[in-house]
């Protein structure tokens, strides 16, 4: 018996393998496995334009269903391994693609086994594994060693690996070029994200190279790419043996994706920077305070990289510039609760007392 009724008459999105399936490896036999991925809200955000002078959209993926864009590529590798005959997954993670696959994992009703780097992933995305049942190893070493040892699992034993190193990952984190397109009707004149694999860059412009190839818009837009200053092996041209950063979604010192990223580079005249801590976090408090999205700090990199490149006027007045946020706030909300000097940020405690309240407020009785 089928416990998954047919969908037909609705407006409810399908996730992206389903709304998208003609630019997809899948067919009419494909068991899709999927949250509702994908269709995240692209948003004008106009605090971003008036301090740049560029006309700035964020494109929100923390709404996606685990609260970041791994889901979109998930969909498709959990899809992709199931119809395969997979009964367990395995992936590294800095954190997110861990609670992605282990939610996708238990709606298809596998195995998923993660490795994370032990004290090294925050809180909330350590949460969502353990609640989605994942099978979840803190291994003593850096995300990097825990890519290579679930690279050799699955090279010998029964799982089927789920990091960007498959192609389905990549494949379905395509779909938000596509996205971007249907709404802006065009591509913009940049795209930036942030950089920890790489694997998100090389997937948007992968986007982005077959919505132009089928007509769909009319260039390509600059691709730029912006890692943590202490975890930047890209833009230092070598592995980073010990990466450090707040941002522990991008602490990666040796890129899967690391070639695809600079031809998609080269192809796009597109750029790879480093942005240190502190502007990390500062750019975090503007688009929450400003903008009125929260999102994690390797996230907020994206809002620093475009600071950084308007300023330097690469970014020029008028550029239509898209910044993907990856992850959501709420998945690692501490920094949030810290001033830019690093003290505790202690809300202010009231007594019950409309008056003192109103008092405290600055309010004036009308
Ligand atoms: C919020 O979860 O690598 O450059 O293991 O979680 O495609 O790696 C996460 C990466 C950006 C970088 N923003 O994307 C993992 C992991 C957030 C992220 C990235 C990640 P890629």
New binding site residues.
């Given amino acids: 018996m089928s416990t998954t009724p047919q969908i037909r008459e609705s407006r409810q999105w399908r996730g992206v393998i389903r709304e998208y399936a003609d630019r997809l490896d899948v067919t009419d036999a494909t068991p899709i496995v999927t949250l509702g991925e994908g269709g995240t809200p692209l948003l004008p955000a106009p605090a971003l334009s008036a301090r740049t002078g560029a006309n700035v959209w964020v494109k929100f993926?923390?709404m996606n269903p685990t609260g970041?864009?791994?889901d979109r590529g998930m969909t498709m590798a959990v899809t992709k391994g199931v119809e395969a005959g997979a009964k367990a997954i395995i992936?590294?993670?800095?954190?997110?693609?861990?609670?992605?696959a282990a939610a996708y994992a238990a709606h298809a009703g596998i195995t998923a086994a993660v490795l994370?780097p032990e004290g090294k992933?925050a809180m909330g995305?350590l949460s969502q594994a353990i609640a989605h049942n994942g099978r979840l190893l803190q291994v003593r070493g850096n995300?990097d060693d825990?890519?290579e040892i679930a690279r050799e699992l699955a090279d010998n034993y029964p799982v089927h690996l789920v990091?960007?190193v498959n192609n389905d990952r990549i494949e379905g984190?395509k779909t938000a070029a596509f996205e971007v397109v249907e709404v802006l009707r065009d591509a913009p004149d940049f795209h930036i994200?942030?950089?920890?694999?790489?694997?998100?860059?090389?997937?948007y412009h992968r986007g982005y190279s077959e919505e132009l190839q089928r007509g769909a818009t009319t260039r390509m837009p600059r691709m730029f790419?912006f890692q943590a200053a202490g975890s930047a092996p890209i833009v230092l041209g070598h592995v980073v043996k010990d990466p450090d950063t707040i941002?522990s979604?991008?602490r990666?010192g040796n890129?899967?994706?690391w070639e695809l990223?600079i031809a998609a580079r080269e192809n796009s005249d597109g750029f790879f920077g480093a942005i240190d801590d502190a502007r990390i976090l500062e750019a975090q408090r503007i688009l929450s305070a400003e903008v009125g999205i929260f999102?994690?700090p390797?996230?907020a990199?994206s809002v620093a990289g475009l600071l950084e490149q308007a300023e330097a006027g690469v970014i020029g007045k008028g550029a239509t510039v898209v910044l993907?946020?990856?992850?959501h706030g709420l998945?690692d909300p501490q920094w949030a609760l810290r001033t830019s000097d690093g003290s505790d940020i202690q809300p202010e405690s009231v007594a019950v007392d409309t008056a003192e309240i109103a008092d405290v407020l600055g309010l004036a009785k009308a």
């Fill in positions: 993926e923390g970041s864009f791994k992936c590294a993670s800095t954190g997110n693609t861990s609670a992605s994370v992933i995305k995300f825990c890519l990091n960007s984190q994200v942030p950089v920890g694999n790489a694997g998100n860059y090389t997937a790419g941002a979604a991008i990666i890129p899967a994706s990223a999102v994690e390797a996230s990199i993907t946020v990856t992850g998945k």
